[in-house]
Nanobody, 118 residues
């Protein structure tokens, strides 16, 4: 059974930092592209950052220079370090794992709330 479990969300003041974690099980983690997405109220889900099996990264323009995605293949875990948080970063953050093999394998976590407010 595949599981993606996010943690690390919470309430933080503007300018603060949070580190999200996504622990996975049931997949061959090292071959998957891992991503963090977010969805704010009334908005579509959007890609925040992704990291390939080879370590290549991609970021949304709005978070470049503030967020860093990383992975630990030994722990089957992906992280999102979020610095200089802004109220606009408030959203539910979701972890995603995807791999295109004989078919597309695509899995999601349950999400973790991040609220940036004074």
């Amino acid at each position: 059974q595949v599981q993606l479990v996010e943690s690390g969300g919470g309430l933080v003041q503007p300018g603060g930092s949070l580190r999200l974690s996504c622990a996975t099980s049931g997949i061959m983690f090292s071959i998957y592209t891992m991503g963090w997405y977010r969805q704010a109220p009334g908005k579509q889900r959007e890609l925040v950052a992704s990291i390939t099996s080879g370590g290549g990264t991609k970021y949304a323009e709005s978070v470049k220079g503030r967020f860093t995605i990383s992975r630990d293949n030994a722990k089957n875990t992906v992280y999102l370090q979020m610095n200089s948080l802004e109220p606009e970063d408030t959203a539910v953050y979701y972890c995603n794992a995807n791999w295109i093999g004989p078919r597309k394998y695509d899995y999601w976590g349950q999400g973790t709330q991040v609220t940036v407010s004074s």
